[in-house]
């Protein structure tokens, strides 16, 4: 079950900037864990993204950048490519150091 | 080079307990920070997270699955074992595992390709 709530579409033309909210609560993101973005393209396994927050993992275009305040964290990509076009899931902890997962949103290059 | 692969059977019948193994290359369970986990995705529908063990042998479930769930590790043979009891069709899903190098509250920066199970009679 999914306690991180994403909008399930974005989209966007080539070129353009999207971004992707990730929302919690106190018990959660609220609570001081840090906020993980993953990339899932179609049929594959998911690959890290951004972590820490807004850090990102050798090989990762400097394109994708995370943020987070409060209950909240965002993923935005700017100068988006065809490539781009995937799921992408935030992800976090609870209190009890379990794992939680966003609803997931589906980035649509126009 | 870390890899991780799951292994397991492709098909179960409903109520029967499923047994799925992380097998893993390029790191020890038993050094200070690492952690696997596994993690689900029915057809078409978002990740979920099952269960966690750390290189202390501390082990976190899903609060909705912790009754169903146990997850335990092998540290000779770089293997972590999940075992899923009173399986229903609704847990057909891709099953990963997926590592965390940096400790409770660290990413998932390796993962298996997935296996898919079908609960189906």
């Known amino acids: 079950q999914s306690v991180l709530t994403q909008p399930p579409s974005v989209s966007g033309a080539p070129g353009q900037r999207v971004t992707i909210s990730c929302t919690g609560s106190?018990?959660?993101?609220?609570?001081?864990?840090?906020v993980h973005w993953y990339q899932q393209l179609p049929g594959t396994a998911p690959k890290l993204l951004i972590y820490?927050?807004?850090n990102r993992p050798s090989g990762v275009p400097d394109r994708f950048s995370g943020s987070k305040s409060g209950t909240s964290a965002s993923l935005a990509i700017t100068g988006l490519q065809a490539e781009d076009e995937a799921d992408y899931y935030c992800?976090?902890?609870?209190?009890?150091?379990?794992?939680?997962f966003g609803t997931g949103t589906k980035v649509t290059v126009l | 080079q870390v890899t991780l692969r799951e292994s397991g059977p492709a098909l179960v019948k409903p109520t029967q307990t499923l047994t799925l193994t992380c097998t893993f290359s390029g790191f020890s369970l038993s050094t200070s920070g690492m952690c696997v986990s596994w993690i689900r995705q029915p057809p078409g529908k978002a990740l979920e997270w099952l269960a966690l063990i750390d290189w202390d042998d501390d082990k976190y479930y899903s609060t909705s699955l912790k009754t169903r769930l146990t997850i335990s590790k092998d540290t000779s043979k770089n293997q972590v074992v999940l075992t899923m009891t009173n399986m229903d069709p609704v847990d057909t899903a891709t099953y990963y595992c997926a590592r965390i190098g940096t400790g409770g509250g660290g990413p998932f920066d390796y993962w298996g390709q997935g296996t898919l199970v079908t609960v189906s009679s």
């Open positions: 992800q976090s902890y609870d209190s009890s150091l379990r794992g939680v």
């Open positions: 106190s018990s959660n993101i609220g609570a001081g864990y840090d």
């Open positions: 820490g927050n807004s």
